[in-house]
């Protein structure tokens, strides 16, 4: 059986960077892949959503002005920008590239970024992109066309990180044209034009997503003649049909079918811990969760280690606080690790006066790898310090965030880009989805500390701010517990080659994927 965990080393910046080589072009006679997975995006422009399921697909229909390359230390390379000049504090100017198509076979121009970022798609507050889009591309103030290939960008203010929000969720770019002449939102996000390797043929929710290769894709032509998304929500369901040849590749391989797969001919298991962690978010605004002592004890009840070893048999990790070392010299080396205490945990119930009223906990059975045995654990270590846990199994996530969210429930965080303003920030913000769709927590500090951040250049000013914020999101106001590194680990037939990176996209480009012998 194969593994790859995956190392994530601080992040390197590149201001203008030449052109990187093309991978070869494969043979024709390329196949057609199936790959099943327990859910698919809701919609699919990225301004709607940022979930797991969107990362995974819509990495293949979109690119980014500025690329991460996730197998050289996250460092910044040229995508749909050529290369990229700092000219001040708050202004950045791109190089585009010539040439590139959109799926519908026009050419993007500087007019596309300045759609993209506008009003109609995302920067205006009657625009659907509005809300999701603010935690990451918010700062941006104006996008200029200076000629069709030269684009200047100007933020709010000083603003440290414009060069990663280039890279980041949100900031893909999509066809002016064909948005204006789709002249509807909801067909638009069904059937979206954009410039990535993959197009999207068809599109049947709560069954499939098919995409199929964009020849003319400007980072050289797709190793797949097609590729298939296809729901299949039960994972005993998606190992049959990898062990009968019915799919290449399927997503969510819970630890306790590892075995299975690795008896089984023709197939490996191959992924890791990603830049995603597990979380238990809390509603406080009632209850009990309420008490900030009842949500630490909670977080002092839970034994980390033991549910990474034995649920995950050692192939993740347990995290010093909510960051990674991919931060680079913002990682606090020194910040302690979640601790296991049970006594410690009954003493604050106790001094809490908690009276044993029942505390729900919403879960699903499987849309994060090991979720609902992980889910069960934790209610045991709760129960054993005296919590009264009342475990629930949602059918989705309209269940688990049915209002009101008087409950813990499952989450996970992904690392945006290397630094708290795009992990930490984007969802616990003041227009992140906890504070602004769940409705379930906010800290006044805590938004104090992002606005600081969004400006404050100083390294020793911003290592300082990390570590407050830290401080308010494990002991002084938990929104969340943070449990585990999310561990992703998928089934591959052999023959298929693809590589999964640190987060959830699947990047079926050439240089990433294809066939082997």
């Known amino acids: 059986m194969n593994f790859k965990p995956f190392k994530l080393a601080g992040l390197l910046l590149s201001a203008a960077l030449s052109l990187t080589a093309v991978s070869p072009v494969l043979a024709e006679d390329r196949p057609d892949i199936v790959i099943a997975v327990q859910d698919n995006p809701p919609k699919l422009d ?53 040439g590139v198509k959109f799926h519908d076979g026009t050419e993007m121009t500087s007019e596309d970024f300045v759609f993209s970022y506008g009003p109609e798609h995302m ?56 948005f204006e002449a789709t002249g509807d939102w909801d067909k638009w996000a069904l059937a979206p034009v954009g410039t990535g390797p993959y197009k999207v043929a068809e599109y049947v929710s709560g069954d499939y997503l098919l995409l199929t290769a964009h ?103 347990v995290p010093n606080g909510f960051q990674w070392e991919a931060y680079g010299e913002l990682y606090l080396a020194d910040y302690p690790g979640a601790t296991y205490d049970p006594d410690a945990a009954k003493a604050l119930l106790k001094e809490a006066g908690y009276d044993g009223a029942p505390i729900p906990f919403r879960t699903q059975t499987g849309y994060y790898t090991g979720e609902l045995l992980t889910a069960q654990a934790v209610a045991d270590m709760w129960r054993a310090i005296g919590v009264n846990v009342d475990l629930q199994v949602k059918d989705g996530w309209g269940q688990v965030l049915e209002q009101p969210i008087d409950a813990a429930f499952n ?17 616990y913000g003041p227009t992140g989805f906890i504070q602004a769709k769940a409705n379930t927590w906010s800290n006044d500090r805590f938004e104090e500390i992002g606005k600081i951040l969004e400006t404050e250049f100083d390294l020793e000013k911003r290592k300082a701010l990390h570590r407050e914020a830290l401080d308010i999101f494990h002991d002084i106001d938990p929104p969340a517990i943070v449990v585990h590194a999310l561990g992703m680990f998928y089934g591959i037939r052999d023959g298929i080659k693809w590589e999964p990176y640190p987060l959830p996209y699947m990047d079926m480009r050439a240089e990433n994927a294809g066939t082997v012998n």
């Open 46 to 98: 990225p301004v709607l959503f940022s979930r797991n399921v969107s990362l995974r697909t819509l990495y293949n229909v979109y690119d980014y002005p500025i690329k991460i390359n996730f197998k050289n230390n996250w460092l910044l390379e040229p995508g749909l920008a050529s290369s990229w000049e700092r000219i001040d504090d708050r202004t950045i100017e791109l190089t585009l590239r010539e």
């Open 123 to 178: 920067s205006s507050e009657d625009s659907p992109g509005f809300a999701l889009t603010r935690p990451y591309m918010g700062t941006i103030a104006n996008v200029e066309a200076l000629s069709p290939y030269k684009v200047r960008i100007t933020s709010h203010a000083p603003d440290p990180l414009l060069e990663q929000r280039l890279a980041g969720w949100s900031s893909q770019i999509i066809s002016k044209a064909a």
């Open 215 to 317: 020849d003319d894709y400007w980072g050289g032509k797709p190793p797949f003649a097609s590729i298939r998304f296809q729901i299949v929500p039960e994972t005993a369901a998606r190992i049959s049909g990898l062990i009968a040849g019915d799919f290449d590749i399927i997503s969510e391989v819970e630890p306790d079918q590892f075995a299975t797969l690795e008896s089984a001919e023709g197939v490996s298991v191959i992924g890791g811990a990603i830049a995603n962690h597990r979380v238990i978010n809390l509603g406080t605004n009632t209850g009990w969760l309420a008490d900030a002592k009842v949500r630490k004890a909670l977080s002092l009840a839970i034994d980390r280690e033991l549910i990474a070893d034995t649920i995950f048999g050692g192939k993740i990790e």
């Open 411 to 427: 989450g996970s965080i992904n690392m945006n880009y290397p630094d708290l303003l795009g992990s930490l920030w984007p969802l």
